[in-house]
């Protein structure tokens, strides 16, 4: 489900299950830019630690990505690998939206954002995701 009022989109797939990925293509991209035409999309290869597996190449998700004019990325909740540098991407992705929008350069615009922190500044977003964790560079 895709909500009309995000800030930014993710839309993952397996890395190892084509149909996945297919239905991103067929259903998802469709879907958020009828209903958040002005969000950036995140096209997001999960169980990337899953390569030996791979049924999806980065090229096959680069060139969807470049179709819809969005940003390819993959991680593995399993490794770590690249979590954090995706979810910092997302992040700085829908507060830059978020400023589009409050300054008028953006039609659409969300609240899921404001909804989870409120009018926070970049460094209550940042405590969040590191409260309990060891602290990252945002």
């Known amino acids: 489900h895709i909500r009309s009022i995000a800030d930014v989109v993710m839309i993952a797939y397996s890395i190892s299950n084509k149909t996945s990925f ?3 293509g067929k259903r998802w991209f469709r879907q958020t830019e009828r209903e958040n ?5 995140f ?13 999806v190449s980065a090229a096959e998700a680069d060139k969807m990505a470049a179709k819809h004019n969005c940003t390819a990325v993959e991680c593995s909740a399993l490794s770590g690998e690249n979590v ?4 910092n991407a997302v992040i700085r992705a829908a507060l830059a939206n978020k400023e589009e929008v409050r300054r008028g350069n953006k039609a659409g615009g969300g609240t899921f ?4 922190f409120g009018n926070s500044s970049l460094e209550r977003v940042k ?5 309990g964790k060891e602290k990252h560079p945002l």
């Open 43 to 55: 096209l997001v290869g999960l169980q990337s630690d899953l390569k030996d597996m791979r049924d």
């Open 22 to 24: 297919e239905n991103a």
């Open 37 to 41: 035409p002005d969000a950036p999309i």
């Open 113 to 116: 954002m404001s909804e989870l």
């Open 84 to 87: 954090w540098n995706t979810m």
């Open 127 to 131: 405590s969040y995701f590191t409260k």
